[in-house]
């Protein structure tokens, strides 16, 4: 079924919560990438407040280089492009705090119930079903954060490429049923800006309960993998700043900011304070 976009502007409209964070919905049929023509957007010095809403990408792009596979008119695929009132340092807690207003706007719209791969990856059990990518760009006075969107919705299975069989599913598939994307697009931006709101009032602290409360990774033995090492440890906390910190196994602490992290199976013996 295709997007209801007046249902959409409607209810963006008629919402607070959702207007606090959005003021205009763009829909398009394809573009390269959301992110990319928020980006665009955002250099051509247009306002904070603007999500793009897209049935296709041509070149959608994921985490760490990769591309972002969605096919046309199954999936949802976003964009917002904000322009927000705190300091550029904070940024990377955009990513997990995201996070949970998806995974709150999907129990809303469909009863699952996800988690957070740290930073980004939103998960059903050990599969993932969508994620998040920050993206930061300058245009204007003000600095420019882009929070890109990908939930595998309607996708069938067996549509999934060879290499992403194993790890990725879709809410259909979970539900057993097709998914009412419209829906899911009003509860997605209403969890978002609720959470986006309490990060930029001023409730860190709560967000940051709320990001370890849906965090997977905490708690579990993980391999990360960075641009130039492997290695292994405990996920024992998100910090104040989002980084996740892990100890090794010589005790020795370290700060990850980024990276492809591998849950590990042998994990479960180590609890964090929470
Ligand atoms: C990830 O690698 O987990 C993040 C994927 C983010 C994909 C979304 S789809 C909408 C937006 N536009 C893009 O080009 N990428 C993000």
Redesign the pocket.
């Known amino acids: 079924m295709s997007l209801d976009i007046d249902k959409i502007l409607s209810h963006v409209k008629h919402n607070s919560v959702v207007r606090e964070v959005v003021h205009e919905v763009l829909f398009f049929d394809k573009v ?5 023509i ?1 980006l665009e957007m955002a250099s051509d010095g247009l306002p904070g407040g603007i999500v793009i809403l ?1 049935e296709e ?1 041509s ?6 280089g ?1 591309s ?1 596979f ?1 096919p046309p008119e199954c ?5 917002i492009l904000l322009r927000p009132c705190l300091p550029m340092r904070e940024y990377p807690l955009f990513s997990p705090v995201t996070a949970v207003g998806v995974i709150d706007g999907i129990d809303n719209a469909t009863g699952i119930q996800a988690g957070i791969k740290w930073p ?3 998960m059903v059990g050990e599969k ?1 079903v ?4 920050l993206e930061s760009g300058a245009g204007g006075d003000q600095a420019v954060l882009v929070v ?3 939930i595998n919705a309607n996708l069938n299975q067996t549509d999934f490429p060879d290499e992403l069989q194993s790890s990725a599913t879709s809410l259909r598939e979970i539900l057993g049923q097709e998914i009412d994307r419209t829906v899911l697009v009003i509860a997605l931006l209403e969890g978002i800006a609720r959470q986006v709101t309490e990060l930029q009032t001023g409730h860190k602290t709560a967000v940051l309960q709320a990001v370890k409360a849906r965090c997977q990774t905490l708690g579990k033995k993980i391999r990360v993998k960075t641009a130039k090492k492997v290695f292994e440890g405990w996920a024992e906390e998100i910090e104040s700043d989002g980084v996740l910190r892990i100890r090794m196994g010589d005790q020795s602490r370290r700060r990850i900011l980024t990276g492809e992290i591998t849950h590990l199976r042998d994990a479960g013996i180590f609890q964090t304070k929470r």
């Open positions: 390269t990438s959301t992110n990319r928020a897209a990408q070149k959608g792009k994921g985490r760490l990769r972002w969605s999936n949802i695929i976003l964009s980004n990856d939103i993932k969508g994620g998040v990518l890109g969107l990908g």
